[in-house]
């Protein structure tokens, strides 16, 4: 089984449209969650850290369900320059290892 | 841009030679990760260097293996290489008190055939 799993997509939605993205993690040892932005043929790029009661970033709001283990990504009022693949990464610190998912692409449309 | 770069940009090698990828850390900061992100995935984790010693690893064979200089700069050494290796291979720096908060170089694009 994969440590960090996530929905590939594409996810296509009209600017303007609200998304969401899940990512689930298998270890519930995993201390630190993050999500980042990879461009086409570039490299990732942080986005913003994932905290215990959630937070939120402009129109980008990030929460963490231990319990359930998973991360989930919000993106209301989607841009055109939204478009782009979305990491999540888990940092499990026992052993001091990083785990990216495979990505979910989003692409908004005119 | 964040300050990492990487060297060379792209590269081809054949079956069974050996690479050596280059890393220059953001200024400030004292740990580098190496990362190999196959065409469709993510990247996966191959190592971590701090203070010129390996501080975790992913689960990549020996003969991926690493150096961390002084200046924190490091390499990536991949010997007998497979025609799988062939990916992007990111850099990524991070500094004292935020490890985990890391700054991603452009990559080397290795091409083995």
């Known amino acids: 089984r994969k440590e960090v799993e996530q929905d590939p997509g594409p996810f296509n939605v009209p600017e303007g449209a609200t998304v969401a993205f899940n990512c689930t993690y298998s270890?519930?040892?995993?201390?630190?969650f993050f999500w980042y932005r990879q461009d086409c043929r570039k490299e990732p790029k942080l986005l913003m850290s994932?905290?215990?009661s959630g937070n939120e970033d402009g129109r980008f709001t990030a929460q963490l369900n231990r319990a359930s283990q998973y991360i989930s990504l919000l993106i209301r009022d989607s841009k055109l320059s939204d478009s782009a693949t979305y990491l999540c990464?888990?940092?499990?610190?026992?052993?001091?290892?990083?785990?990216f998912g495979s990505g979910t692409k989003l692409n908004v449309k005119p | 841009e964040t300050g990492v770069t990487q060297s060379p940009t792209h590269l081809i090698k054949t079956r069974g030679q050996q690479v050596t990828l280059r890393c220059s850390s953001q200024?400030?900061?004292?740990?580098v990760s190496w990362y190999q992100q196959a065409l469709g995935q993510g990247p996966q984790f191959i190592f971590q260097?701090?203070?010129?010693?390996?501080?975790g690893r992913g689960n990549f064979p020996p003969r991926f293996s690493g150096l961390q200089f002084p200046n924190y700069s490091s390499e990536l050494n991949v010997n007998a290489l497979e025609l799988d290796d062939s990916a992007l291979y990111l850099c990524?720096?991070?500094?004292?008190?935020?490890?985990?908060?890391?700054?991603f170089g452009p990559g080397t694009r290795l091409l083995v055939l």
């Open positions: 990524a720096s991070s500094g004292w008190g935020d490890q985990e908060t890391q700054y």
């Open positions: 260097y701090y203070r010129e010693e390996e501080n």
């Open positions: 990464v888990v940092i499990l610190y026992n052993f001091n290892k990083f785990y």
């Open positions: 270890n519930s040892a995993s201390q630190s």
């Open positions: 200024s400030g900061h004292n740990t």
């Open positions: 994932v905290y215990s």
